[in-house]
């Protein structure tokens, strides 16, 4: 059999699912390198951002911490009174998914590749509530985590953490009511229902500008509205579903509408996160089997990309290690996106994944061939 030359090999890799890829890593050391190139996981989060979208029936991924109760699927948006709660999502971006399991505990995890790391923990008081918020700097290619508790009787200190830096710095003090919990992401800025002094005001939206580092308001179409989302790509604003506002250009206050989310909505997935005490790293799953449904109730909950990102991107690896696979491992070429004809890589691709296929299976036969091995042996000690 012919050897397929290598860029063709990595059109193929590029179109497969976080998951398969995983399992491709112990095809072969080359590529393994292939796959945790930085270029080959840009370019790969880039594609994920689009195949869905290109499915006129589908529409945004989310997820989700608990979404399942009493069988139906819901989404319980994480509030200010909801004291109950300890463990909080905080946000997704680029794969990445932040939670915080207690009150100065937070990780940063990937579920697909089940790789968690734990962040140095802030100096804040042991009481409270807090205030929370996740996303990607594109500016200076960082992941923030922003964090908020209250300073005084009416103020809301805020801190934020730079993976890159791996330290935590004070942004500010701010005088308003927080009415949710958790900052909606959404074009570049975390947005939060907020009003002015008391929790009776008009309220407005809070946005805070990750690459700036800057608050500003946002005035709000409607009376009163604690819940933020966002519909085929707009921010939107709502107290019940029935009524939703959504503003069709970001940050003009002239674009707000009324729509039917019913009429708005496609069909979209939710990974549903598990809520666990504990995240450990590569041993079970983070999240359980992702669902497809055709609802507005889960308009609230982040927008999640699965890739193939790291939560510990920015860690310097040891120098030791990286000269020997230097040494051991070819340069690796850039993907290349545009070197065959669609017939051909479509033909390739049926080739590649009908092997993957095989090798599957006669994995899973090892395995079971091994496991009736081991039940012989311990059946044969037992008799003896």
């Given at each position: 059999?012919?050897?397929?030359?290598?860029?063709?090999?990595?059109?193929?890799?590029?179109?497969?699912?976080?998951?398969?890829?995983?399992?491709?890593?112990?095809?072969?050391?080359?590529?393994?390198?292939?796959?945790?190139?930085?270029?080959?996981?840009?370019?790969?989060?880039?594609?994920?951002?689009?195949?869905?979208?290109?499915?006129?029936?589908?529409?945004?991924?989310?997820?989700?911490?608990?979404?399942?109760?009493?069988?139906?699927?819901?989404?319980?948006?994480?509030?200010?009174?909801?004291?109950?709660?300890?463990?909080?999502?905080?946000?997704?971006?680029?794969?990445?998914?932040?939670?915080?399991p207690s009150r100065t505990e937070f990780l940063l995890i990937n579920p697909e590749t089940r790789e968690v790391n734990k962040l140095e923990e802030p100096q804040i008081p042991q009481e409270?509530?807090?205030?929370?918020?996740?996303?990607?700097?594109?500016?200076?290619?960082?992941?923030?985590?922003?964090?908020?508790?209250?300073?005084?009787?009416?103020?809301?200190?805020?801190?934020?953490?730079?993976?890159?830096?791996?330290?935590?710095?004070?942004?500010?003090?701010?005088?308003?009511?927080?009415?949710?919990?958790?900052?909606?992401?959404?074009?570049?800025?975390?947005?939060?229902?907020?009003?002015?002094?008391?929790?009776?005001?008009?309220?407005?939206?809070?946005?805070?500008?990750?690459?700036?580092?800057?608050?500003?308001?946002?005035?709000?179409?409607?009376?009163?509205?604690?819940?933020?989302?966002?519909?085929?790509?707009?921010?939107?604003?709502?107290?019940?579903?029935?009524?939703?506002?959504?503003?069709?250009?970001?940050?003009?206050?002239?674009?707000?509408?009324?729509?039917?989310?019913?009429?708005?909505?496609?069909?979209?997935?939710?990974?549903?996160?598990?809520?666990?005490?504990?995240?450990?790293?590569?041993?079970?799953?983070?999240?359980?089997?992702?669902?497809?449904?055709?609802?507005?109730?889960?308009?609230?909950?982040?927008?999640?990309?699965?890739?193939?990102?790291?939560?510990?991107?920015?860690?310097?690896?040891?120098?030791?290690?990286?000269?020997?696979?230097?040494?051991?491992?070819?340069?690796?070429?850039?993907?290349?996106?545009?070197?065959?004809?669609?017939?051909?890589?479509?033909?390739?691709?049926?080739?590649?994944?009908?092997?993957?296929?095989?090798?599957?299976?006669?994995?899973?036969?090892?395995?079971?061939?091994?496991?009736?091995?081991?039940?012989?042996?311990?059946?044969?000690?037992?008799?003896?």
């Open positions: 059999m012919a050897q397929l030359p290598n860029e063709m090999i990595q059109l193929i890799l590029i179109r497969l699912e976080v998951r398969d890829l995983i399992r491709c890593r112990s095809v072969s050391k080359l590529w393994k390198s292939w796959i945790s190139e930085s270029n080959f996981i840009e370019a790969h989060l880039e594609r994920s951002y689009l195949q869905d979208c290109e499915k006129n029936k589908i529409g945004n991924r989310r997820i989700a911490v608990s979404a399942s109760r009493c069988g139906d699927w819901i989404y319980d948006p994480d509030k200010i009174l909801s004291v109950c709660r300890t463990r909080h999502l905080l946000g997704s971006s680029n794969g990445l998914v932040c939670v915080s409270g509530y807090m205030i929370y918020g996740f996303g990607y700097d594109s500016s200076k290619d960082d992941y923030k985590v922003v964090l908020g508790f209250r300073k005084g009787s009416s103020h809301i200190c805020f801190l934020k953490f730079s993976l890159k830096s791996n330290v935590w710095e004070v942004i500010g003090d701010v005088n308003y009511t927080f009415v949710n919990r958790v900052g909606f992401l959404h074009s570049g800025a975390l947005h939060w229902v907020v009003c002015h002094g008391s929790a009776y005001q008009m309220p407005v939206i809070l946005s805070f500008d990750l690459n700036e580092d800057k608050f500003e308001e946002i005035p709000q179409p409607c009376k009163w509205a604690e819940h933020l989302g966002s519909i085929n790509g707009c921010l939107c604003v709502f107290d019940v579903l029935e009524e939703v506002w959504m503003m069709n250009e970001y940050n003009v206050r002239e674009s707000w509408e009324i729509v039917e989310p019913k009429d708005k909505i496609k069909t979209e997935i939710v990974h549903c996160l598990k809520d666990l005490m504990h995240y450990i790293p590569n041993k079970r799953p983070l999240c359980l089997k992702q669902r497809v449904v055709h609802t507005p109730k889960f308009i609230a909950a982040p927008l999640y990309t699965p890739s193939l990102v790291s939560p510990h991107i920015f860690k310097k690896p040891n120098k030791t290690k990286q000269e020997t696979s230097i040494i051991k491992s070819r340069k690796v070429p850039k993907v290349c996106l545009h070197s065959a004809s669609s017939s051909e890589v479509g033909n390739h691709e049926r080739s590649f994944r009908s092997a993957l296929k095989r090798a599957k299976q006669a994995l899973h036969d090892c395995r079971s061939f091994r496991s009736a091995l081991k039940r012989a042996k311990q059946a044969l000690h037992d008799c003896r």
